[in-house]
């Protein structure tokens, strides 16, 4: 079965950086298009970065446009998300996604089965 597994997270000042990880097993990686989502305390999930399985065309909410980069690497089946400028509004448990062929719905919760069990970051003042 599709497993993904995220690593990465942790304690941070803010300013500063993290990458995460997930590492995809039990599907066609180079097939999926992956997104990371984030769900802030006391919040709704929400949408982040997403990386289509073609051409990796990339998208970005805006809140992190220019601070993330999503990135994949296809021979390794693992998808990163290399995060820096990080604020406290950043905190959150991130979630890694994958979905086959996706494209109309990269940026939507809806457009994904398959979820990490997600990897908490917090970002301290």
């Known amino acids: 079965q599709v497993q993904l597994v995220e690593s990465g997270g942790g304690l941070v000042q803010a300013g500063g950086s993290l990458r995460l990880s997930c590492a995809a097993s039990?599907?066609?990686?180079?097939?999926?298009?992956m997104a990371w989502f984030r769900q802030p305390p006391g919040k709704e999930r929400e949408f982040v970065a997403a990386i289509w399985w073609i051409a990796d065309r990339t998208y970005y909410a805006d809140s992190v446009k220019g601070r993330f980069t999503i990135s994949r690497d296809n021979a390794k089946n693992t998808v990163y998300l290399q995060m820096s400028s990080l604020n406290p509004e950043d905190t959150a448990v991130y979630y890694c996604?994958?979905?086959?062929?996706?494209?109309?719905?990269?940026?939507?919760?809806?457009?994904?089965?398959?979820w990490g069990q997600g990897t908490q970051v917090t970002v301290s003042s």
């Open positions: 039990g599907l066609t990686f180079s097939s999926y298009t």
């Open positions: 996604a994958a979905e086959y062929h996706n494209i109309a719905q990269a940026m939507a919760q809806k457009g994904y089965n398959y």
